[in-house]
């Protein structure tokens, strides 16, 4: 495992609400990732109501989509190109806007190698020594939602105050958690491992075995803020575990 500094702190933002992982409730319709001791990130978001500022991975790159889109190789490129077109020729531009911002979101993350599964799938990798270790991965079947899938921390994510437990207790049938900071809406997280998942996907199935756990998350691609911001602090999260190790 690669040792990468831990997370700059967030910087101080007083007399205003945050979500447990730093996102400012604010009125303003930039999306700003946090600035550490190197980095200052922004995105855009089309609500006017959220304003996240959270951290994120010291070694993650200050990055456009254009920087997203140099570090593909040609065939990926091509993938990705054809995905992006086949999403835009949709009724509503929700799909392409949220395919967009999640693999810049996953790319600033994990910027080290980038390579596509066909036009369905994103991985995502950090460097391992002299090898590199996939950490996420983002799936479009173009059927109305998008999958993520990162590392297993449904309980870190819980703690840190990013989703509620179900008040039902036991095992959580629906995969459905509240999200802390609008708790009248939900992100669906499936855990998985080698056991309940025994056939994945060529796209995370690196991510499993050898006691290794994976979350997946679904986004449907008419999303709201709370749940877009939700699986973006998971991942930021997510980041975190591999940068302190």
Not at 37 to 59: F, K, L
Not at 69 to 74: E, F, S, T, V
Not at 117 to 122: L, M
């Amino acid at each position: 495992m690669c040792r990468q500094a831990p997370f700059a702190r967030l910087a101080a933002i007083p007399d205003q609400p945050r979500t447990p992982l730093g996102i400012v409730i604010a009125d303003s319709s930039t999306v700003a990732f946090g600035t550490g001791r190197r980095h200052r990130i922004s995105i855009m978001t089309r609500s006017p109501s959220i304003t996240p500022r959270t951290t994120i991975e010291p070694g993650a790159v200050h990055a456009d989509f254009d920087s997203f889109l140099a570090k593909l190789g040609a065939r990926d490129r091509l993938n990705i190109d054809r995905h992006i077109v086949a999403c835009e020729t949709e009724p509503t531009p929700d799909h392409h806007r949220l395919w967009r911002r999640l693999a810049l979101s996953l790319f600033r993350l994990a910027p080290f190698a980038i390579q596509t599964i066909g036009q369905q799938a994103v991985q995502f990798f950090i460097p391992d020594g002299k090898y590199r270790m996939q950490v996420f991965a983002m799936e479009d079947q173009r059927d109305g939602k998008i999958l993520i899938y990162t590392i297993d921390i449904l309980k870190q994510a819980i703690k840190e105050g990013i989703l509620t437990q179900t008040r039902r207790g036991g095992e959580n049938l629906t995969h459905t958690y509240p999200i802390k900071v609008s708790l009248d809406q939900t992100l669906t997280v499936e855990s998985l491992d080698a056991v309940n998942t025994p056939n994945p996907s060529l796209w995370y199935k690196h991510m499993l075995g050898w006691n290794r756990k994976a979350l997946r998350l679904s986004l449907p691609t008419n999303a709201t803020a709370p749940m877009i911001l939700a699986a973006e602090e998971v991942c930021a999260l997510a980041a975190r575990q591999w940068a302190q190790r």
